[in-house]
T-cell receptor
Framework: EAGVTQFPSHSVIEKGQTVTLRCDPISGHDNLYWYRRVMGKEIKFLLHFVKESKQDESGMPNNRFLAERTGGTYSTLKVQPAELEDSGVYFC?????????????FGSGTRLTVV | DQQVKQNSPSLSVQEGRISILNCDYTNSMFDYFLWYKKYPAEGPTFLISISSIKDKNEDGRFTVFLNKSAKHLSLHIVPSQPGDSAVYFCAASVTSGTYKYIFGTGTRLKVLA
């Protein structure tokens, strides 16, 4: 089966610009998660979708971040306007409902650099 | 306030020897734990998990031990191989609808040939 796909793999933008990250989960996976890793720190939870609904968005840093999941398929994460501290690697992960035993499947991530 | 801590940023081990990676947690509500492995420029990949009702889980060369009273878990890799060189993340969750995992900062393992 195809894995979790994220693009772009890298993005360099200037402070104040807008960037949109995209994630295509594994087909049939209702759970979709966004995580972020900043400069060698922990992989930090941002939010969780079940199908098209936001189940938990407690990790979203502020209202400059907007996540959507159209029709319960792919998801986008928009940062507007971007700030320097938003730099990091953004990971998307997906899983089937109730499939806890093997954790999530992660994508390769999008490395965002804000200059 | 970090609920999952990996206090060793790096570890070097000779090929064929045992690698022991440690993880401590503070939230006594955590009831499920996982280890992920991450190679450069790739996403983390699932390695092994353990439920809080167990104290040990084994999968080939990988064994995870859980000490609930000490709020400590460890990953043992025996024997270590050069291909095991990667960053290892410990993660924990509370049984709930979200299955949200809280990750540690990772330990970089280098297995020397």
């Amino acid at each position: 089966e195809a894995g979790v796909t994220q693009f772009p793999s890298h993005s360099v933008i200037e402070k104040g610009q807008t960037v949109t990250l995209r994630c295509d989960p594994i087909s049939g996976h209702d759970n979709l998660y966004w995580y972020r890793r900043v400069m060698g720190k922990e992989i930090k939870f941002l939010l969780h979708f079940v199908k098209e609904s936001k189940q938990d968005e407690s990790g979203m840093p502020n209202n400059r971040f907007l996540a959507e999941r159209t029709g319960g398929t792919y998801s986008t994460l928009k940062v507007q306007p971007a700030e320097l501290e938003d730099s990091g690697v953004y990971f998307c992960a997906s899983s089937q409902v109730g499939a806890r035993g093997r954790g999530y499947t992660f994508g390769s991530g999008t490395r965002l650099t804000v200059v | 306030d970090q609920q999952v801590k990996q206090n060793s940023p790096s570890l070097s081990v000779q090929e064929g020897r045992i690698s022991i990676l440690n993880c401590d947690y503070t939230n006594s509500m955590f009831d499920y734990f996982l280890w992920y492995k991450k190679y450069p420029a790739e996403g983390p990949t699932f390695l092994i998990s353990i439920s809080s009702i167990k104290d040990k889980n084994e999968d080939g060369r990988f064994t995870v031990f859980l000490n609930k009273s000490a709020k400590h878990l460890s990953l043992h890799i025996v024997p270590s191989q050069p291909g095991d060189s990667a960053v290892y993340f410990c993660a924990a969750s509370v049984t709930s609808g979200t299955y949200k995992y809280i990750f540690g900062t990772g330990t970089r393992l280098k297995v020397l040939a």
